[in-house]
DNA sequence: CCGGATCCGGGTTGATACTG
DNA sequence: CAGTATCAACCCGGATCCGG
């Protein structure tokens, strides 16, 4: 992108990540951690593998991506965020919090992936029992299942299935992140369509809003 | 812009104001208010006119920026942000925070406004002693003069000169903003070319970190 | 399969000129 | 003052290809 060539911090910011597909390749490091170039494409629907090879160059020259041959036996490289990439963190939340009432009204054929969900259950839920014995949720909504748990006052996302669930939620991506941000009530949401298992108190515990 | 179309808070934001030059119409609408279409092309340096009228379209639509007729006898539209747009306020300042170290290093001939001094103003300086009488540091550093004056506990900007300034400071951008945020040591400033009239105290009142 | 490079058509941006 | 019109240059998206 060509420089603003003002002298002004957020001017500066845009010089380095306002381009387009630039910040969502930092959510995809963010959210995932260290990334083949494969991986990054596939959570980049709709990305040109040009325009990805050179945002990852850019993005190494800016000092925000590092890039690294994986030890072996892996035998790839992989992409990850310095910590000048990291601290990004709190723009991605920004801008993410800012846009969240957009996701009310979906449009049809929006890709989704379910690591997605991450950037909502790190910014939104809480676990509002530390005290009680770790709840974990499954959801399904994706192409691939991934899971909520409480660690310790925390509510961390991995990917993957729970061995033992409290609940499993399933359903279309706008019933599922209305009902986990608090925006859509549980019956609300069941009735257009999305299924629920478990004790709804599992839910309570880590939503929003008190 | 082309919509990214994923379902993800961020890309869904994006789509509103991840097009080139969007983020900097909102920041001149967050530092100087409402604004006429010719206040918004000099505090753009660079912007065509017509991207800024594509912009202020799209924004418009997305309910971000309000066109008013102003109230006679000005007779002419003014651009303002909504309530909407007025939330990204939280992201201008993220990623400005974000900037910031980048102007550490700044390049030559970069373009610079008084008024965007009132980025880091707003988002770094503190009123560390709200008990005592209100001081104000004038600055001198663009075209025109701005002021910088502590209102009970909070700390404001205005446009142009002050009338009795408890301090003065001129000189180079670089060295402005650098001795405003406490990157740069007062006497390592003079060394450099500022100049500082005044009780450096003053100056301490306000500076960040302590 | 992985990590790109290359090519091309079309859309967007940027600079300038012009207008109600 | 607040834009529109025009046009060249550049960037983006999609497809294809290629060396490990």
Redesign the pocket.
Known sequence: ??SYRQYCALAKALDVVG???TLLIVRELLLRGPC????LQSGLP??????L??R?RELEQAGVVR?EAAPPPIA??LFQLTSRGEALDAVVEQLGRWGAPLLAKPRRNDAFRSHWLALPVRHCLRDHRPDQPPITIEVRTGAEPMTIETVNGAVRTRPGAARTPDAVLTGAPPLVVGVLTGRLGLEEARAAGLQYAGDPETLRRVQPGR
Chains 1, 2 share one sequence.
């Open positions: 992108m060509r381009d387009r597909w083949r170039y494969t991986d709709g990305i040109a593998t040009n325009l090879a050179d990852l890039r790839t490289t």
